[in-house]
Structures are given as C-alpha cells and as structure tokens.
C-alpha cells in the first residue's frame, strides 16, 4: 500500500477563545480545530473546523518514565509511545491531552504514523506546537509505503496490543496481517507452537522472541546510541524517509545517535538541518550518525 | 598484550608514599616508586632506558586513568603526573600526551591540570553521559546480553583517532561485579562504550565481556604498560564506595606489561585484605550473600572475577601463581 507519507499535519485543538489568536499567530499556528459551538466565534481569525475531541480515540501524552528509584527487571526506561494504537486503527481519529513541549513530541508521532490527530494542549505547548508543525510542514510528500520485516496476525486482544507496543518501541517493524504473507520474511501469531499463549503472559518474551527468530541481521533498522529513540521507516524502490523520535523530548537531548537502515543509499538529507557524520555504506546496509536529536529528527535517503 | 614482559609484575611498596594523617600522596615518593619499578621490571639501571623500551619521541601517548569512584578514590594524579613526567622526559611532547576517561563528570573532581607538564591534554569521551559521539562509529564488539537493543560498545574515538600507545593506570579496587577492577577492566569497560549494559539484576557478564573487549585491536596492541595506583585502595563496595570503612592504604605501585599477571596479585591482594576483614571471598556464589552490600558479606551481584583467567586464556597474559615472577621492592 502506498501512501502520500507527508499528507496529514496534526491539528491543535484549542479551548480558550478568539483573545488568544495573537499568541497562536506568533506560534505560527494558522489552523486550529475547537469544539463546534466555537467555530462562529473563531470564524475570521484564523483557519478553523470543528472537532469533538471525546469521539476520538485517546492516545497517552509521549514521554519516558525512567522509574529510577523503581526496582524492574530491566535498566530499559519506559516508554510511553502511540504507534501500535495507530497501527491498529489507522483509519481513526485521535486526540492527545498534551502540556507545553510535550505537544511538540505528539505532532511528531502523530505525523510519523501519519495519524489523523487533534493536539489538545496549554498555553505553554503551544510554541513548541507551533515549531514542531513548521518542520513537519518542511517535509514533502512522497509516496512511501511502510518497511515492515514480519507480519503479525492481531487478534484484537490487550496482549496483542501490548506485544505490538514492545515491537513499536523495540524498532521492530511489523504489518497487521490477516495471514502469513510470503513477501514478510516472518510471521508471528500469538497462541502457535513458536509463540505460545502462555508465553504471551509476558509479552516482553513474545517481542524477545520475534527479535531472535527474525535476528537483527535481518531487520531493516537499527538503532545505537539511545534507548529512547524511536522510528518508524517507510521506503519505495530508491528512496527511504526514516521518522525518529526522541521521546524523553526536549527535556533530554539525544547527544548522538547511529543508525543503520537496510539497502545502500548515496545521499541523505536530514530535518531539522543538521551535519549527518560518518555516513557509509557497510555490508547491504547504510549507516550513518546524527549528531543530536531534540524531539524529532527524519532523514530522507536517496539510492 | 601481555608485552614485553608476559608473567611479570614488580610490586613496590612504600610508608612513605601516603601522609599516615591526610593520606595525601608525597609526589617525591611516588616518583622514586616509579622510577625503581621500571628498572625492575625492564632491568635497566637508569629508568629513563625502561621508558624508552615502550615508548618513541614520535608517540601520541594515552594515559588510561580510572576515575569510576571519583572524588573517593581515583587514579592518583600524583602517579599520573609522575607517568607524564617521563614520557616528557622520553622526548614525547607534552601535546601529544593525552590524560583521558570515559566521563567527565567523574575527571573534573581531580586536579589532573595541577599535577602534569604544562600542554599535557585532558580528554573524555562522554563530555555529557552516554553520548556517543566520543566513540568510533566503525569499531565496536556487538553482542547482546539480555535483548537490549544496542547491542554494540564501540571504542574510544581517542584511540582509533590519535594514540599510537597507550599507559594504562589502575587502582587496586575490588568491583562488586567483576569481582576486581585493575588492569583489564580499566581497559575494557574504560575504553568502550556501552558496557553498563552487562549487568542486570544479580547477573553480571563480566568474566567473559572484559577480556573480548580488552583483546579487541587497536586497544590491545596500543596497551604497552600498566601502573597501578595502590597507593589507595577499596576492597567492598567497589568502584563507587562511599564508605570510607571500605577503603585501604596498600601504599603501593604495581608495574608490568601483562595485565592478566598484574589482575591476579590484585585478587591476592583484595582477598587477604577481605580475609582480615571477616569479608567472603570474592569467588563466593553463593546467592545467601546476594542483598544489601553496606554488609561486607553481601553484594549485589555474584562477581566475576574469573575474567581474569578467562582473559589468560585470550592469550593476554599469565594467571597461574605459579608461572608470575613477582618482584617486590620497599622503599
């Protein structure tokens, strides 16, 4: 399936009325969706529509818990990431009740998973808001299909939706399939001999599983350097455009960070600007480093 | 490695070295431990020849210290400063000498600036935590441990940049993973990045991890010669403690080019002193001693100090008691 990657800009949802237009022009905010008894009154001011937040699917605020003072099993930090509602309901209308720089990660990840998303946010979100939809406008369409290496048969389940969470978040990429597809390299459905139900009680085992069955040879993207970052890739014959997200965001910059994407491609650009180091080819694959990512960082490649 | 000198180590000790009140380090001593450790260890009878066996005017020359554990315990800067004297004195010039770490915020607690020759540099590779921009992208181990996602630790950028040989300056700790922290692990866990990720929960990679890290090229062959710090020491706890009762004064230098060797007089030396302590042995794997380590019977993790051996049989130098000549001299 192709799609026109760039196509859908989140939009914030705004509660406060017409007195506020200044602070949101000065934010660079042209089109904001309120609730529809508002319109009229927003009518003229800016570019406006309506919307009713409570129809649509709540999505979690991105961020990171790093439960330092948690005892876990894990050194791994939690992250609070969308992708798997998404996936799952790509067709759907979400919201996101987001405060100050939080709204600029949740544009990102909305356009990322090219999610039709209202960002309901404070006064303080709204310049981060207002920065994040300028780059994301800077970004143009092309028509890329999602990279997925395996397909996953989703019965609907709360552990299915977990295990597709720990895939999102362990840069696994995957496609809801309803069957094995022999253009995937793998298949993974809960309750078969490789991926037992009873194994699914952890679903942490389940995505292990994936990985070590796939192996990350054979994945098409790989990340070095942070255990915050997330991606997402989507690719057409010559060309490849990765998302990152940073979703500790702009309380913890990412101060470097190795990527390597499946395929051999010649030449990046990279948004925000920003000087892209030791980029190389290495053995079927591409490689290259990203100096910092703030919130969000995509890189177009080009064979 | 293990160098010029496989199964040898010359151990010298001196009263003197530390001010028995302040435990401050007397500079003079330190040099005259330095100086009578290198003539031991190379044989020669001016010090400055046994320097110039490992290191030519054309060197960029690293000197590897330990700060994990700053500002409690540290590589010295007085010993620090005593290894850059020499190499000055060898013809390196004080701008290509490089005094480096792993983390910045662990080197700005010493004064390395007031102890060394005017243009020796002061390097880090994380001048903010777990950045890799200070590592070299193209040379790393990959492995994983417990399914973590990056599974690579790549290697100072320093090292693959700049050093043609490296000084490699220890303390004499006990680690509350690997069981000991000396030569290897200083070059291992302190030259690569990523390395934390060994350990989780009471398990600890350790015994394998640091001799494939510390066999790697260019580290291994870069690595021609190991001082170890004891004038201070810490033998549970280890590498952070805060607990000054964890701490001890052996008031000694070890010298050497094998850092298997060298790794194995420091088990010896942190066993006797855990021994006079009433503290389990460092080998102990029994999960009884598993919890709350402010006990010098309890720990966090079940060491490893088998990495040493497992490190011997890397071919990076000689564990068997038997076959280490050991050369001790008081000062």
């Keep these: 399936m192709l ?142 299909a999602p990279v997925a290496d395996f397909g996953f048969e989703d019965d609907g389940s709360a552990t299915a939706g977990e295990v597709m969470n720990l895939f999102v978040k362990g840069n696994l990429l995957f496609r809801i399939v309803p069957r094995p597809d022999p253009a995937l390299k793998m298949h993974v459905k809960l309750g078969t001999k490789e991926y037992p139900l009873e194994d699914a009680k952890n679903p942490v085992k389940i995505a292990q599983m994936a990985r070590a069955n796939l192996s990350d040879d054979r994945r098409s993207v790989r990340v ?37 994407v499946a395929g051999e491609y010649s030449k990046a650009t990279v948004r925000p600007e920003m000087k892209i180091l030791d980029f190389e080819k290495v053995d079927g694959g591409t490689e290259f480093t990203l100096p910092e990512i703030r919130t969000y960082v995509v890189v177009d490649l080009q064979k | 490695m293990p160098g010029l000198y496989p199964g040898q180590v010359v151990r010298v000790r001196s009263e003197r070295s530390l001010d028995a009140e302040s435990k401050k380090a007397d500079r003079g001593v330190v040099r005259q431990m330095l100086a009578a450790g290198m003539k031991a260890l190379t044989g020669d009878s001016n010090d400055l020849d046994g320097w110039r066996r490992f290191i030519v005017p054309q060197d960029v020359v690293g000197i590897k210290v330990n700060c994990s554990g700053a500002p409690q315990i540290f590589s010295s800067p007085e010993v620090v400063g005593a290894v850059a004297e020499k190499l000055v004195e060898a013809g390196v010039p004080a701008s290509n000498i490089w005094v480096y770490e792993r983390f910045e915020n662990q080197v700005r607690t010493v004064p390395y600036a007031e102890f060394l020759p005017a243009g020796v540099q002061i390097w880090t590779a994380e001048t903010s935590r777990g950045s890799i921009l200070g590592y070299d992208s193209k040379v790393y181990v990959e492995t994983t441990f417990f399914g973590e996602e990056d599974t690579r630790s790549n290697v100072a950028r320093l090292i693959t940049d700049k050093l043609t040989k490296i000084i490699n300056v220890p303390n004499t700790k006990e680690h509350q993973a690997s069981g000991v922290t000396g030569c290897l692990k200083n070059i291992a866990y302190g030259n690569f990045s990523n390395v934390a990720r060994s350990h989780q929960r009471e398990v600890t990679n350790t ?110 130098g000689v564990y068997d008691l038997e076959r280490i000549r050991l050369k001790e001299i008081e000062l």
């Design chain 1, 224 to 260: 070095y350097g942070s255990v915050v970052v997330v991606t997402r890739l989507l690719a057409a014959r010559d060309r490849a455009r990765l998302h990152l997200l940073n979703y500790a965001g702009a309380e913890r910059r990412v101060d470097g960070i190795r990527v390597r």
């Design chain 1, 3 to 144: 799609l026109l990657a760039a196509a859908l800009l989140p939009r914030l949802f705004w509660d406060a009325g017409p007195e506020t237009a200044p602070a949101l022009r000065q934010a660079g905010i042209e089109k904001i969706a309120v609730a529809a008894e508002r319109v009229a009154s927003w009518k003229g001011v800016l570019d406006v529509e309506a919307a009713d937040p409570s129809r649509a699917i709540r999505l979690v605020a991105p961020s990171v818990d790093y439960r330092a003072n948690q005892a876990s099993a894990s050194r791994t930090p939690w992250i609070n990431a969308n992708g798997w509602r998404i996936v799952r309901q790509p067709a759907g209308e979400f919201v996101y009740d987001v405060k100050g720089a939080q709204a600029a990660l949740a544009a990102a990840e909305a356009f990322s998973w090219n999610a039709n998303a209202l960002i309901r946010t404070d006064a303080a979100g709204v310049g981060p808001l207002g920065e994040m939809l300028r780059l994301l406008k800077g970004v143009p369409a092309e028509d890329l």
């Design chain 2, 207 to 316: 015994k394998t991890f640091i001799g494939t890290l510390a066999a790697t090229e260019p580290v291994r062959s870069r690595v021609v010669l190991n001082v170890m710090d004891g004038l201070r020491g810490v033998w549970h706890q280890g590498p952070f403690s805060n607990e000054a009762r964890f701490r001890f004064y052996p008031k000694l230098l070890m010298l050497g080019t094998d850092p298997v060797a060298m790794d194995r007089q420091l088990i010896e030396l942190i066993e006797a002193k855990r021994k006079a302590e009433g503290a389990v042995s460092i080998f102990e794997r029994a999960r009884t001693t598993l919890g709350d380590n402010h006990d010098p019977n309890k720990n966090a993790f079940i060491r490893e100090p088998g990495h040493v051996e497992y490190a011997a049989k890397l071919g990076l």
